[in-house]
């Protein structure tokens, strides 16, 4: 009898250890499939945004690049700096793949259509400053916004791309 309960003993460990085991490698293929996505394949339509300098923003993501997302919030459309996003909640399914144009589809790319179009802009920086105006030029690193509103009236001021946090037009 004592050979009985000893046995039951080692059979119930080793299939412990197996449990174990094969949890383990569960785990280690969900690891290996988590560790393969990306934010974009993570954050799509209705999300809620922690953004740094700005806090929680909430809406639908309509498009999703390398340095930005698009979200329509109630009553406008935001853009929002990768490089900002602290976290989120929310999401479903993932981001079309960009294609052509838009794959390579950048800040620069984009405030120079802003530029273009002559409308104002407000950026909100990642330390919380909100900056308005038109833009003016646009380099690879900074963007110079010509004065408009109470915090630069008449003259420009640039921002580092590094530096927005959310952009949209007024």
Do not use: K
């Not at 059979?11 to 690891?31: G, K, P, Q, Y």
């Not at 929680?56 to 853009?79: C, H, K, N, P, Q």
């Not at 052509?100 to 002559?118: F, S």
């Amino acid at each position: 009898m004592r050979w009985d309960r000893l046995l039951a003993e080692i059979e119930a460990s080793a299939l412990d250890e197996a449990a174990l085991e094969r949890d383990a490698l569960a785990v280690e293929l969900t690891d290996e499939e988590w560790s393969g996505a990306r934010i974009r394949d993570l954050v799509w339509g209705d999300v809620a945004l922690d953004v740094r300098g700005v806090g929680w923003v909430e809406g639908r993501v309509l498009r999703s690049t390398e340095e930005f997302m698009v979200l329509a919030e109630a009553a406008r459309e935001i853009v929002v700096a990768r490089a900002a996003l602290l976290g989120w909640r929310g999401g479903s399914g993932r981001a079309p793949e960009p294609r052509g144009v838009e794959a390579r589809l950048g800040w620069a790319q984009l405030l120079r259509a802003l530029r273009d179009e002559g409308e104002p802009v407000c950026v909100v920086r990642t330390d919380g400053v909100a900056v308005t105006g038109v833009v003016g030029a646009v380099t690879r690193e900074a963007v110079r916004l010509e004065g408009s509103g109470e915090e630069n009236p008449g003259s420009p001021v640039w921002v580092v791309l590094t530096a927005v946090a959310t952009l949209h037009v007024l």
